[in-house]
């Protein structure tokens, strides 16, 4: 595979059977339904949410006009499928996902907009079901126009720079709602997604944690290096710090509105010494070894065998192989048992079935 300038689909497609098994295949035929990246991420990422599988189906059967006119950047559904995700921090990590309570929202609107919270918020003051408020609170965020936006989003920031309580990132490794704010503030001074330091929950993630995202959550990764893993899907619905499409409606109609407490994924040590992350999903598995050794057997799935630092050597069937940092290394699922010695950390990714 190595410089042959072939595509992994097209390859593991040469020998389905080998690669995947017929359990797998029984399930998704010929494909990988997982995605693994490394992000390194300098700035924050575009706000966005996925959607379930049911939504996915939907919208792609909903835009089949869209698609026979308009380029594929400008369709909401890119394929069929959900998207779950999940990230692992490789470094300390901040993340917005999330709605918060509706409650702490009001209260931080009504410190930071003297004038603007009455004009454009005062609702929050009615009695009315979380997810009715926190729906009405984005529907009326994503419908301002621009001139209504503008000197909103401009005394917001200016109050953010005067408040001088308001909590700091004084080394810079974990990121504030204040400091979040002023970092995005003269790339997108008319962009509603400025609000969402706000309205998302703030989540830090030390080394080694890990965090779950339902489809319909609203999120951001903020900073830090992470190693993501997906379904494999391009259903990305943007919400905003993004110079691409944001459908309003589209997004309303997918996002989660209740209040969304988020957790870290619990961690499981398996009986090779995996560390495996637990999340409730089907298309994907992720697994933590670090510096030892470990004796794989009973296998089922292909596997995606990342290593993120150091290398490994990896044996079957009595021959040896060196996995090297910053590669990536498939085993089939043919393959029923292996041994691997780590010397420094490396991922495997597989289909939980």
Request: contains cysteine.
């Amino acid at each position: 595979m190595v410089g042959s300038g072939q595509g992994l689909d097209s390859f593991l497609k040469e020998d389905p059977l080998h690669w995947y098994g017929q359990d797998h295949l029984a399930v998704y035929g010929p494909r990988l339904p997982l995605l693994l990246k490394v992000l390194a991420i300098d700035k924050p990422l575009s706000l966005q949410v996925h959607p379930t599988g049911e939504q996915a189906q939907r919208g792609w059967d909903g835009e089949r006009a869209i698609r026979e006119r308009l380029p594929k950047e400008l369709w909401n559904y890119k394929d069929v499928n959900g998207k779950p995700e999940m990230a692992y921090a490789l470094t300390p990590t901040t993340v917005m996902c999330g709605l918060r309570p509706v409650k702490t929202i009001r209260a931080m609107l009504q410190r930071l907009l003297t004038v603007g919270y009455g004009r454009h918020f005062a609702f929050l003051e009615e009695e009315m079901a979380p997810d009715h408020a926190l729906h009405r609170l984005l529907k009326t965020i994503y419908s301002l126009e621009e001139h209504e936006l503008r000197p909103l989003l401009s005394e917001l920031v200016e109050s953010v720079k005067e408040e001088a309580s308001l909590p700091r990132s004084f080394d810079g490794i974990f990121l504030t709602e204040a400091d979040i704010i002023l970092l995005l503030a003269d790339e997108y001074p008319a962009d509603p997604g400025l609000f969402a330091p706000l309205l998302l929950n703030l989540l830090h993630l030390e080394r080694g944690e890990a965090l779950y995202l339902e489809p319909r959550t609203l999120h951001a990764y903020v900073k830090g290096d992470l190693i993501e893993l997906m379904s494999a899907s391009d259903n990305v619905l943007r919400a905003g710090l993004t110079t691409k499409k944001v459908d309003v409606r589209e997004l309303l109609a997918v996002v989660e509105t209740s209040e969304q407490p988020i957790e870290r994924a619990p961690v499981l040590v398996g009986s090779s010494g995996r560390l495996h992350i637990l999340t409730p999903t089907e298309d994907f598995h992720l697994m933590v070894l670090k510096s030892g050794h470990y004796a794989i057997s009973e296998r089922r799935s292909i596997e995606l065998l990342l290593v993120a630092e150091g290398t490994a050597t990896f044996e079957y069937g009595g021959v040896q192989h060196t996995l090297t940092a910053g590669r990536c290394y498939v085993v089939a699922a043919s393959v029923a048992n292996y041994t691997l010695d780590v010397d420094g950390l490396v991922f495997a990714a597989d289909v939980p079935r």
